[in-house]
Nanobody, 115 residues
Framework: QVRLVESGGGLVQAGGSLRLSCAASGSIFSIDPMGWYRQAAGKQRDLVATISSGGSINYADVVKGRFTISRDNTKNTVYLQMNSLKPEDTSVYYC?????????WGQGTQVTVSS
């Protein structure tokens, strides 16, 4: 079993920054890639960024140049540094991990950007 626990969400003004963390525990050796999705109220869950154990990174176009995903394999933790935040970034952010046969999700952390 895999458990993903997010932290770091909160309220920030437009133009500000936040860093999200996702700590993985359990049978994590098969989890690859890991990443972040987000879901705004009344909308579908969308990809934000993913990172593989080998360091391959994929970003959604809307966050390129503003968000940075990183991974510390020694701590089994994935980070999302979010800069130049916009009101439209307001969402619940979910940590994600792809297993061999299952997809794993964290409980979500709220990010609210005020204008």
């Amino acid at each position: 079993q895999v458990r993903l626990v997010e932290s770091g969400g909160g309220l920030v003004q437009a133009g500000g920054s936040l860093r999200l963390s996702c700590a993985a525990s359990g049978s994590i050796f098969s989890i690859d890639p890991m990443g972040w999705y987000r879901q705004a109220a009344g909308k579908q869950r969308d990809l934000v960024a993913t990172i593989s154990s080998g360091g391959s990174i994929n970003y959604a176009d809307v966050v390129k140049g503003r968000f940075t995903i990183s991974r510390d394999n020694t701590k089994n933790t994935v980070y999302l540094q979010m800069n130049s935040l916009k009101p439209e970034d307001t969402s619940v952010y979910y940590c994600y991990g792809k297993g061999r046969t299952l997809h794993y999700w964290g409980q979500g952390t709220q990010v609210t950007v005020s204008s």
